[in-house]
């Protein structure tokens, strides 16, 4: 059974800092995975999607990595802005289900 | 494009009392799915369709039923609701199989 797991919980740090997101996965066949973001009270909007061949997504100041063989992905944000505050997501495919982790709460203190 | 919507935005029920979820999408995606998020439980599968007609369980599937009947559409039935319902439910939509997922701005449910 897959399991997804996003460490740390939370995050504080300052404004303008370079930080990495950690999502694990236990099964290493998937199909993908892709990282959300979701504020508070609101849906989920999608990031990167990373397909099961690519090592690596890039979309402006993110940039996400995969190693299947080790069952890791991490997300990069360069250049951390308040903005950045929120709730970050990996969710992991396999043949026909989504797993998701719990996330990661990122807060940028001004 | 609407993307993927959901109705109602806010629902209060009774317990016991049935209601239905809808969720629709534009993108003419093959795959549908709803999860339920609760505090520290992250978002959890209930149901998902890999096409029109063709349903199977996530996770969480006990309580819930789900139907296919067109490409767009994918309503979330709640028979006899149950205060362990409460919770706010997304619906989400990709082509191709599992690829790139769309959501929908999510149905906050208290049931009572």
């Known amino acids: 059974k897959q399991e997804v797991t996003q460490i740390p919980a939370a995050l504080s740090v300052p404004e303008g800092e370079n930080l990495v997101l950690n999502c694990s996965f236990t099964d290493s066949a998937i199909y993908n995975l892709q990282w959300f973001r979701q504020d508070p009270g609101k849906g989920l909007t999608s990031l990167l999607l990373?397909?099961?061949?690519?090592r690596e997504q890039t979309s402006g100041r993110l940039n996400a990595s995969l190693d299947k063989s080790s069952g890791r992905s991490t997300l990069y944000i360069a250049a951390s802005q308040p903005g950045d505050s929120a709730t970050y997501l990996c969710?992991?495919?396999?043949?026909?289900?989504?797993?998701f982790g719990k996330g990661t709460r990122l807060h940028i203190l001004p | 494009n609407a993307g993927v919507t959901q109705t109602p935005k806010f629902q209060v029920l009774k317990t016991g009392q049935s209601m239905t979820l809808q969720c629709a999408q534009d993108?003419?995606?093959?795959?549908m799915s709803w999860y339920r998020q609760d505090p520290g439980m992250g978002l959890r599968l209930i149901h998902y369709?890999?096409?029109?007609?063709?349903?199977d369980q996530g996770e969480v599937p006990n309580g819930y039923n789900v139907s296919r009947s067109t490409t767009e559409d994918f309503p979330l039935r709640l028979l006899s609701a149950a205060p362990s319902q409460t919770s706010v439910y997304f619906c989400?939509?990709?082509?191709?199989?599992?690829?790139?997922?769309?959501f929908g701005p999510g149905t906050r449910l208290t049931v009572l």
């Open positions: 993108m003419n995606h093959e795959y």
């Open positions: 969710a992991v495919s396999g043949r026909d289900k989504i797993i």
């Open positions: 369709s890999v096409g029109a007609g063709i349903t």
């Open positions: 990373i397909q099961s061949s690519q």
């Open positions: 989400a939509s990709s082509g191709a199989g599992v690829g790139e997922q769309f």
